[in-house]
C-alpha cells in the first residue's frame, strides 16, 4: 500500500548540530509539507513544496530549510538546532482535498 | 481562510452517537469544511469534508448548517478508539493542501 514514512521517529542531537529529517511517500503526490506541533500551539506549518525544486515557507519557518530534488521526498533540515526546536514534527502530502500525516518524529534538542 | 470555534473537550459513552460542534461564522462561499483527528501520539488522519451539503462516509456523517456558520460533526457509533482530538479546518479549495489546524476538541469516549 502506499504510505507517507517519517524517520527517525526520535532523535537526540545537541545544540548547534545540523539535523535532518527524512520524509517520503509512495503516492507521488505534488504536495508535501513540514509541520510542528507544541503543546498550547497546535500544529504550525513550517515549510511546504508543490512540486519538484518548488519550496515555500510557512509560518515558523526561521531555522528550517527544505529542498525537494523529487517527488517522494521532502527532507527537513534544522541547520543548527536549538532547545526551542524540541518538537513533534509531522509530514504531509496531499492530493485533491486530502492530507495524509506521517506517523511523527520526536525531536529533542538537549 | 476563516477561523474556526470549537469545544475544548467533550466526552461521550461508547456506543452512543458523538455530535462535535464546529463554528466558522466568517466562512467564505469557497470555503470546505474539513475535519481530521489525531489520536494520541500519531499524525493527523483525515475524516470527512464538505462544502454545503450534507456529507457522509465510512468514518462520520458531517452536517453543515443551510447558511453555512456551523457544522456539526456526528460519529454515529463512538468506541473507545475513537477518543482523539478532532479538528475543524476551513479552507478555500485552492489552497494547494494547507491547513491551519486550531485547538480542536479533546473526545473522551467512555466505557
Known amino acids: 500500500d502506499a504510505e507517507i514514512t517519517q524517520s527517525p521517529r526520535h532523535k537526540i542531537t545537541e545544540t548547534g548540530r545540523q539535523v535532518t529529517l527524512a520524509c517520503h511517500q509512495t503516492?507521488?503526490?505534488?504536495?508535501m509539507f513540514w509541520y510542528r506541533q507544541d503543546l498550547g500551539h497546535g500544529l504550525r506549518l513550517i515549510h511546504y513544496?508543490?512540486?519538484?525544486?518548488?519550496?515555500n515557507k510557512g509560518e515558523v519557518s526561521d531555522g528550517y530549510s527544505v529542498s525537494r530534488s523529487n517527488t517522494e521526498d521532502l527532507p527537513l533540515t534544522l541547520e543548527s538546532a536549538a532547545s526551542s526546536q524540541t518538537s513533534v514534527y509531522f509530514c504531509?502530502?496531499?492530493?485533491?482535498?486530502?492530507?495524509?500525516f506521517g506517523q511523527g518524529t520526536r525531536l529533542t534538542v538537549v | 481562510d476563516a477561523k474556526t470555534t470549537q469545544p475544548p473537550s467533550m466526552d461521550c459513552a461508547e456506543g452512543r452517537a458523538a455530535n462535535l460542534p464546529c463554528n466558522h461564522s466568517?466562512?467564505?462561499?469557497?470555503?470546505?469544511v474539513y475535519w481530521y483527528r489525531q489520536i494520541h501520539s500519531q499524525g493527523p488522519q483525515y475524516i470527512i469534508h464538505?462544502?454545503?451539503n450534507n456529507e457522509t462516509n465510512e468514518m462520520a456523517s458531517l452536517i453543515i448548517t443551510e447558511d453555512r456558520k456551523s457544522s456539526t460533526l456526528i460519529l454515529p457509533h463512538a468506541t473507545l478508539r475513537d477518543t482523539a482530538v478532532y479538528y475543524c479546518?476551513?479552507?478555500?479549495?485552492?489552497?494547494?493542501?494547507?491547513?491551519?489546524f486550531g485547538a480542536g476538541t479533546q473526545v473522551v469516549v467512555t466505557p
Open positions: 504531509a502530502s496531499s492530493v485533491g482535498q486530502k492530507a495524509f
Open positions: 503516492w507521488n503526490h505534488n504536495n
Open positions: 513544496s508543490y512540486g519538484v525544486h518548488d519550496t
Open positions: 466568517t466562512i467564505s462561499g469557497n470555503e470546505y
Open positions: 464538505g462544502l454545503k
Open positions: 479546518i476551513v479552507r478555500v479549495t485552492d489552497s494547494w493542501g494547507k491547513f491551519q
